[in-house]
């Protein structure tokens, strides 16, 4: 009686060291199954059972190949293996043909295997978690480049579209407040330009409002984006409001037929602005040349600073013009540059033809 108490005793024991290898497993993969693997041999010692430490080695394994690289799971397996047929051959004196090792083995490496697959799924279902989120982020940052573009381009059109109009009714307002007490026709004929201009500002802010608020699919009911062939008008605009513009060559030469339609918008905008600038910063003359070759459009625009003084209050009053025709050169893939002296201001940009389609 005193030698079966002492058995359940050990046996007690036993079965608490399992419990806990089993439980701590997941937690320490390596001990647990180094731990599993020394309980096969003492605990037939004291109980006489195998049963149940080869249950336990094959869960220890089944977790350690679930955590564990493919290489690793590999090795582990076969080495519970080799463990397993030299414990059933220690303790049961079984020949490594007989049913038993065989069926330990197929067990050893059916739990090595699924491990090893639960393993890959789960890298599996990381990565494409990983990919859909690099994919989504990736999409963020897109949108958020778009949308600072669009608000880059609709800020550069607010400016370039109404510079030109707000200075041209500033300059005729001026004359016609000079001029109304002693020349009622040259005031009455100022502000007929005011209203021309501002009536102008007012249809080209609209058709800018009609774009943001339409979709792509029917925008094309909006006004036709300014471009090369309307430079005659912008250049008359200027001279109306006394700038002495000259041009080299006497006129603005026909560019190529394949320019492409952004590089012609481009460049109306940068002489568009350069003119402003010279107006509203220069002595009021302004000489600009332009060269148009099969492979590239070149303009160079060139005017003289205004007065010290003239030039102190006007670089407070200075906007983004300048930011906006980099910006917008670069998006036509040309080449801006600016030089400023006391004696002038040059404006030289370069348009590739042919790369947009």
């Not at 303790?91 to 050893?108: C, E, G, R």
């Amino acid at each position: 009686m005193l030698q079966r108490a002492h058995l359940d005793a050990v046996e007690a024991i036993f079965l608490t060291a399992a419990a806990v290898i089993a439980g701590a497993r997941r937690r320490f993969p390596i001990s647990a199954l180094g731990l599993s693997a020394v309980l096969i041999f003492i605990y037939p010692l004291s109980t006489g059972q195998h049963l149940l430490p080869w249950c336990l080695l094959q869960v220890c394994l089944l977790s350690f190949a679930i955590v564990k690289p493919r290489n690793q799971a590999i090795v582990a397996t076969t080495t519970v293996g080799v463990i397993l047929l030299i414990n059933s051959g220690l303790w049961l004196q079984m020949p490594v043909l007989d049913p038993m090792p065989l069926a330990l083995l197929a067990w050893t490496a059916a739990a090595g295997g699924v491990g090893s697959a639960v393993h890959s799924q789960r890298g599996y279902v990381r990565a494409l978690e990983g990919q859909t989120q690099r994919a989504a982020a990736t999409r963020r940052a897109i949108v958020e480049r778009e949308l600072v573009e669009e608000r880059l381009r609709i800020a550069r059109e607010l400016h370039d579209v109404m510079a030109h109009h707000i200075a041209a009714i500033n300059v005729h307002a001026g004359s016609a407040e000079a001029n109304l007490p002693g020349n009622q026709p040259s005031s009455l004929q100022s502000l007929q330009r005011i209203r021309s201009a501002s009536g102008e500002a007012l249809r080209e802010l609209q058709t800018i409002l009609k774009v943001l608020r339409t979709s792509d699919t029917v925008s094309g009911s909006a006004h036709p984006v300014p471009d090369t062939r309307q430079l005659e008008s912008l250049f008359n605009s200027f001279r109306s409001l006394g700038l002495e513009l000259k041009l080299s060559g006497g006129t603005f030469p026909e560019l190529p037929p394949e320019t492409p339609a952004a590089t012609d918008l481009a460049l109306y905008r940068v002489l568009q602005e350069g003119l402003t600038n010279a107006h509203k910063h220069g002595d009021g003359k302004a000489v600009l040349n332009v060269k148009s070759g099969p492979h590239k459009i070149t303009v160079r625009l060139v005017n003289k600073p205004a007065a010290a003084g003239k030039r102190e209050t006007d670089a407070a009053e200075q906007g983004f013009g300048l930011i906006g025709m980099e910006e917008r050169v670069t998006a036509a893939d040309g080449q801006l540059s600016i030089s400023r002296s006391p004696e002038q201001f040059v404006l030289e940009a370069a348009f590739p033809v042919g790369v947009h389609e």
